[in-house]
């Protein structure tokens, strides 16, 4: 746990990307039950998603220390990535993860079969590891959140951490009653990520889902958030360019109205900017 001052405000920040480089954040707390699984109870993992998902990388980095089959269906990919992959998709191929390209018109179909065919001993898991499966890691982390609020004595707590399939942050609001879990959708609109959280149960009334005031496309490259990144590792603390950008530049719109103690749960991720910081440089926004 970091004290963080930003913009002249006091942050906490829960320093989950400090875990392991590979399996850091919050691909760490979703894929915990799997890693105190035992070696024998599988031989393969099933996923599917994008080539350079951090939920990706973070199974392959499992299933090499497991020695474990990873078998990872995505649309097809660029043919200079495929002469030279890059950042995420690198390190999982150079770690054994096996890649099946299938045609964007085929991508639903071969999804929908990937988990009818996983067996005893392959499991399948949802693209960003959006499952029950994450519950346990993630309530540990709620866990220790929990305990560190009492031991100093925090009385009205604001929990943040950003979105993809908003498995995190709906675990961490049902396991903390107490708390208020703010978020914002990266994927999508709000709408989309209601949808995606309520496949796990109902939405806990302590989620708060925080809008930005422009809408902003998945992974893209915007000078504001290279701002927000550059300023915050000034700050002393990296965060990575997909999310977490997002995530702070749209709590910074909502701060003043927001009362209590700030925590921000960082959620890892920092293996992906190289890529990113190379499509800034490209866009020339860096
Ligand atoms: C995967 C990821 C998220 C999104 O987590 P969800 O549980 O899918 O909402 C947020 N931040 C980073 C850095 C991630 O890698």
């Not at 004290?3 to 405000?9: E, L, M, Y």
């Not at 099933?46 to 649309?75: D, P, R």
């Not at 107490?178 to 994927?187: I, K, P, R």
């Not at 930005?212 to 965060?239: D, M, S, V």
């Amino acid at each position: 746990m970091d004290r963080f001052v930003f913009r002249d405000r006091h942050y906490y920040v829960k320093r989950d990307d400090l875990i392991d480089p590979l399996l850091s954040g919050n691909k760490y707390r979703k894929l915990y039950s799997l890693i105190q699984t035992p070696a024998e109870t599988y031989h393969r993992i099933v996923s599917y998603g994008g080539t350079q998902s951090n939920a990706m990388l973070s199974i392959a980095a499992l299933c090499q220390k497991k020695e474990w089959e990873f078998h990872y269906t995505s649309k097809p990919i660029p043919q200079y990535l495929k002469k030279k992959p890059t950042g995420n998709l690198k390190m999982a191929l150079e770690m054994g993860m096996q890649l099946h390209e299938v045609t964007a018109d085929d991508y639903e179909k071969e999804v929908g079969l990937l988990k009818s065919k996983a067996g005893d001993s392959s499991l399948f898991v949802p693209q960003g590891g959006a499952d029950a499966l994450a519950q346990t890691g993630i309530d540990q982390l709620a866990k220790e959140i929990h305990q560190w609020q009492l031991k100093n004595r925090i009385e009205k707590l604001n929990v943040v951490t950003p979105s993809g399939t908003g498995t995190t942050a709906y675990y961490l609001a049902a396991a903390l009653p107490d708390v208020a879990v703010l978020t914002t959708h990266s994927v999508g609109d709000k709408a989309y990520l209601i949808q995606q959280m309520e496949v796990l149960g109902a939405k806990p009334v302590n989620l708060r889902i925080l809008q930005n005031e422009k809408k902003h496309h998945f992974a893209k490259p915007y000078a504001e958030f290279f701002e927000i990144y550059r300023e915050l590792k000034h700050a002393g603390i990296e965060f990575d360019l997909i999310y977490a950008t997002h995530m702070w530049h749209t709590l910074l719109q909502h701060v003043e109205s927001i009362e209590g103690t700030l925590l921000y749960v960082h959620s890892g991720g920092l293996i992906g900017n190289e890529t990113m910081l190379d499509r800034y440089h490209h866009k020339g926004l860096c």
